[in-house]
């Protein structure tokens, strides 16, 4: 299977926000296409985030989501590849790792310091594709505060 990986154009949006329902409805969020896409087509527009979108052919089969942010101590932008997804029927053919790729050319052409991502220990298959891609887990431990 050939991927391209273009980034996200306001053409994009109605495949996009497809494969946003299905990434969402992976972490057990309810299905909501409609606010979805207007989830994306706000941060395209301001420009909050980047998004990848991995194609084989003419079908949207993943993508990838950025969003900026910066490094005091190294006084750099630096990129958090926030969501990962491809389509179940199309994982194990390098799509993931085309994804990954990709936004790690576009941070380093931004001029960034780093890019980094999260993910569950229990994760083996991301934790496997991202080592393979060449990132580096290491032992810091994250903490969250959620308002909801």
């Known amino acids: 299977m050939t991927t391209t990986i273009t980034q996200a154009q306001p053409a994009d949006l109605d495949a996009l926000a497809t494969l946003f329902d299905a990434y969402r409805q992976f972490y057990g969020q309810p299905s909501d296409v409609a606010a979805g896409r207007d989830w994306l087509r706000t941060r395209l527009r301001f420009g909050e985030s980047k998004v990848l979108v991995a194609r ?12 900026p942010s910066f490094s005091s101590v190294r006084m750099a932008r630096t990129w958090i590849l926030n969501d990962l997804f491809v389509l179940p029927a199309t994982r194990r053919q390098g799509v993931a790792r085309a ?50």
């Open 56 to 67: 084989s052919g003419r079908d949207a089969v993943g993508f990838a989501q950025l969003y």
């Open 99 to 148: 994804l990954l790729d990709a936004a790690a050319q576009f941070a380093r052409e931004d001029g960034a310091a780093a890019i980094v991502l999260e993910t569950t220990r229990d994760n083996d298959a991301a934790r496997a594709t991202y080592r393979a891609a060449g990132w580096r887990e290491d032992a810091t431990q994250w903490y969250s505060l959620s308002f909801e």
